[in-house]
């Protein structure tokens, strides 16, 4: 079956610092992936869209990268914020396909 | 900045009870979408909705479940017999031309709580 994991839970960071996040799949082919970001209560924000033909996408302090041959997506924020700390949720769909599937989530923490 | 709005942001209903979630797309979208979430779980999917029909459902989206759009802006998702593992955070989503390649604009949701 599918599978999208997200390295770990939870991740504390130190302000200032490089926070990097992993997203990994099994059993899927996709053929976008997206991040975002999910305070609590409040629903996802987007943050980044990467296709499948594409190795790096960058957004301001934010750099995403897709390696479909490792089934693995790497989310850096970059100059990291406590305004960072957030849940963040990567997403896939397959090609022809609207439906986004979630992973469960890295909650990270920047700390002053 | 235009954006989707949900309303109720927090029903509680007695089990075996209706439900109306309604939603309010972003204006020119046509694609439309219910994802849930519960509490400490992650957002799954329920339905995408496209030229006033469903276009996919998931095993969640049983017949209890059903979604209209009843005129040119409301989106609405009726959940017939309230279960209690129904209990969760519900959120509607849109985008101008289907996943691809854009992204889904998420509302603030509803937190549904079935007792």
């Known amino acids: 079956s599918q599978k999208i994991e997200q390295n770990s839970e939870a991740l504390n960071i130190q302000e200032g610092k490089t926070a990097t996040l992993t997203c990994n799949y099994t059993?899927?082919?996709?053929?976008?992936l997206q991040w975002y970001r999910q305070d609590p209560g409040r629903g996802p924000v987007f943050l980044l869209l990467?296709?499948?033909?594409?190795k790096e996408k960058r957004k301001e302090r934010l750099k995403v990268t897709f390696d479909t041959t490792l089934k693995q997506s790497l989310f850096h924020i970059t100059a990291s914020q406590p305004a960072d700390s957030a849940t963040y949720l990567c997403?896939?769909?397959?090609?022809?396909?609207?439906?986004?599937?979630f992973g469960t989530g890295t909650r990270l923490t920047i700390i002053p | 900045e235009p954006e989707v709005t949900q309303t109720p942001s927090h029903q509680v209903t007695q089990m075996g009870q209706e439900v109306i979630l309604r939603c309010v797309p972003i204006s020119n979208h046509l694609y439309f979408y219910w994802y849930r979430q519960i509490l400490g779980q992650k957002v799954e999917f329920l339905v995408s909705f496209y030229n006033n029909e469903i276009s996919e459902k998931s095993e969640i989206f049983d017949d209890q479940f059903s979604v209209e759009r009843p005129d040119g802006s409301n989106f609405t998702l009726k959940i017939r017999s309230t279960k209690l593992e129904d209990s969760a955070m519900y959120f509607c989503?849109?985008?101008?031309?289907?996943?691809?390649?854009?992204?889904?604009?998420f509302g603030q949701g509803t937190r549904l709580t079935v007792v």
């Open positions: 997403a896939l769909a397959a090609f022809g396909n609207e439906k986004l599937t």
């Open positions: 990467i296709r499948e033909n594409e």
């Open positions: 059993n899927y082919s996709p053929a976008y």
């Open positions: 989503a849109s985008n101008r031309q289907g996943g691809k390649n854009t992204e889904a604009f």
